[in-house]
């Protein structure tokens, strides 16, 4: 998708924009993939709801701890295969927060 923007756009658009260092772009790419894999999970989650197990081994709490946990790895995969590509865009949205906030401190 063409509104979907690349790391390395975001990157060259930063380096143009202002003065963030390498270190700090390393720490708004991970932040920025965490946001996104628990964006995917929460949009995940309704998949699992109103889906019954019963049987020998279904149900209980345990199952919906289960659950939870399977839905957040969904999610970090799903960043860590790229397919969606949100987190180029919110690190590009902190970058440009963080040059605002550093600017008004200057």
């Known amino acids: 998708m063409d509104a979907l923007v690349s790391t390395v756009d975001v990157l060259k658009t930063s380096q143009a924009v202002g003065n963030v260092t390498t270190t700090e772009k390393e720490k708004l790419e991970k932040i920025a ?28 709490p345990g199952e919906d701890v289960m659950k939870d946990l399977l839905v957040q790895e ?33």
Do not use: C
Request: proline share 3%; no cysteine.
């Open 33 to 60: 993939k965490d946001f996104e894999s628990v964006f995917m999970a929460q949009m995940l989650k309704p998949m699992w709801e109103g889906v019954d197990t019963d049987g020998l081994f279904g149900g209980g």
């Open 74 to 106: 969904y999610g970090k995969s799903m960043v860590r295969n790229d397919q969606h590509g949100l987190s180029p865009a919110i690190m590009d949205a902190m970058i440009r927060m963080q040059e605002a906030a550093n600017a008004h401190i200057s």
